[in-house]
């Protein structure tokens, strides 16, 4: 079917993470690993090059998912134990891995010192959490006045400005979270050093990089609707990101098991996400800013599709918060999505 998604074109660009020839996806569900998927996408050549979807499944060994080596026959949920054998058959010096899933934990959860509160708190993070939190949460609906406007035991940075952004982060230890951040948190260590966190060990939403790339309503539509619909949607999203990367192939790859399984879905566009952070040179809290407002601190055009509400007001006060931020977000961590185009 022919598509009517047309993503801005990504930014092309060369340096550092020039080297990575393999990106890998994954999208963690729970320790029992029925809603955990995983997905590879493999750049070859150089003077022309070619992405092909090498593997996308939802358990080790499924067929339709890829290539299944010899030893494989028997198929298994990503535990643990089988998921950190995965990444270690994949990973290696010219791979990026995104996990779609809370890799630190929050400022108070992380902190060692004796607790004064909230906002007595000296902690440069929190600090900045209480002065620019007011605005940068986002209130919808009816929202109980007395709700504190940070709660830095369950968020991080990255959530604030992201929520500003419009992105729709999850909190690292928001409802239902914990499992899933405590579950990441193991990973992240069992898989330390040979991944590293922003070097190649990125930490991804598959909901901002659909928003940032096609608009809220075409994201919403790969999760709400009829199954027919929903999957349709999806194939359309697979085939906009195969002319974003100029052709995308299947290697034994069934396209219908990657558009019936959000799981395995998301971990694609987490794979994608990991080859644009390599591919554009994206450099964290200033990609959520209007280009212009990088180097003036105005405000650029908007995105082809306009959020749903206005809540990207006040650009100069999102640069404001960017700059004072400075380099914390090394250390609180960072949800990488596609900058502004």
Request: glycine share 10%.
């Amino acid at each position: 079917m022919s598509s009517p998604l047309t993503p801005a074109a990504p930014r092309p660009t060369t340096g550092a993470r020039a080297g990575f020839r393999r990106f890998v996806g994954v999208s963690l569900g729970g320790g029992r690993g029925k809603t955990t998927a995983v997905a590879r996408l493999e750049l070859d050549g150089v003077g022309a090059p070619k992405i092909t979807l090498a593997e996308a499944r939802a358990r080790w060994g499924q067929r339709g998912g890829g290539e299944v080596e010899e030893g494989d026959d028997a198929e298994a949920p990503f535990r643990d134990e089988v998921l950190l054998r995965w990444v270690d058959r994949w990973v290696d010096e010219h791979t990026v891995t995104a996990i779609d899933a809370p890799l630190t934990l929050p400022p108070c959860v992380r902190c060692q010192l004796q607790c004064p509160g909230i906002e007595a708190c000296t902690v440069p993070v929190v600090a900045w959490m209480r002065r620019h939190g007011g605005y940068l949460v986002i209130r919808t609906g009816r929202s109980d006045p007395g709700k504190p406007a940070i709660t830095p035991y369950t968020q991080r940075a990255t959530e604030l400005l992201l929520e500003r952004a419009t992105l729709a982060p999850r909190e690292s230890l928001g409802q239902g979270m914990g499992p899933l951040a405590a579950r990441a948190a193991y990973l992240r260590r069992a898989l330390s050093p040979r991944l590293r966190l922003n070097e190649n060990l990125l930490e991804v939403h598959p909901r901002a990089t659909l928003i940032r790339l096609f608009g809220p309503r075409q994201e919403r539509r790969t999760r709400h609707g009829s199954d027919p619909q929903t999957w349709e949607r999806r194939t359309a999203v697979l085939e906009a990101l195969g002319r974003l990367v100029e052709g995308l192939e299947f290697d034994r790859v069934w396209p219908d098991l990657v558009v019936r399984n959000v799981h395995v879905f998301h971990a694609v566009v987490s794979a994608f996400t990991a080859y644009f952070w390599a591919r554009e040179g994206w450099t964290g809290p200033d990609d959520l800013l209007e280009p212009d407002a990088v180097e003036c601190g105005g405000s650029a055009s908007g995105p082809a599709e306009a959020p749903a509400h206005d809540h990207v007001a006040q650009p100069e006060r999102l640069a404001r918060a960017v700059d004072e931020l400075g380099d914390l977000w090394l250390e609180d961590g960072w949800i990488w999505a596609p900058p502004r185009r």
